[in-house]
């Protein structure tokens, strides 16, 4: 699969996204589902807006299908949190047990579509590069939260969102470092280099 363009963009808009969530998780006085509802919405919303407008300045629509794939798959996760938020709403926010077990289903299901999405843009990356790495911790960060989300009591509202919220500010952190950090710059002009020696 052709490389991902625009990556910094696509990094830096994530990195808020989840650094919001994260926010809003750290300050909120109440750890509930609905709390980890309206952060997960957050955060796939900025996913669902950083691959949209990856797949828009690509102009030569390379590696368009999984970037729509992602895109899709962030959307229908807003959909659903939101769906459930709703719901949560409409419940008085009670501790209804198919609502709150819906609730720590999705938080798991983001956690485990994000570990798919970051494998196999760290398989695609070139071998040994900086985009590799930031991929895979991507993709052990999200893991994380998806295992994490599968242990937890169902009960244990506060260890739901609050593992939901470490992930949020991990990964800000993270992506907030690749965005900011030469070293990628750096690999892309090694990259160019070697391409262009190739052509001569």
Partial sequence: MPRIKNRKITAATQAVSAFIAGIL?????????????????????????????????DKKRRGIVFRIFVGLGSLAMLALSIA??????????SDRFDLIFTAWLLIGAWGFFGTLAEVILAIYAKPGSSRRRDHLISAVLATGLGVSQSIAGLSDSVSHVGFL?????????HLGISVASPTAKADGKKTGSNKTKSKK
């Fill in 165 to 173: 919220g470490a992930y949020a500010i991990f990964v800000a952190v």
């Fill in 84 to 93: 459930q938020l709703v719901q949560l709403s409409a419940a008085g926010n």
């Fill in 25 to 57: 998780i750290t300050f909120s006085q109440s750890h509930s589902a609905a709390v980890g509802m309206i952060a997960l919405a957050i955060i796939s919303l900025g996913w669902a807006a950083a691959f949209g407008l990856s797949v828009l300045r």
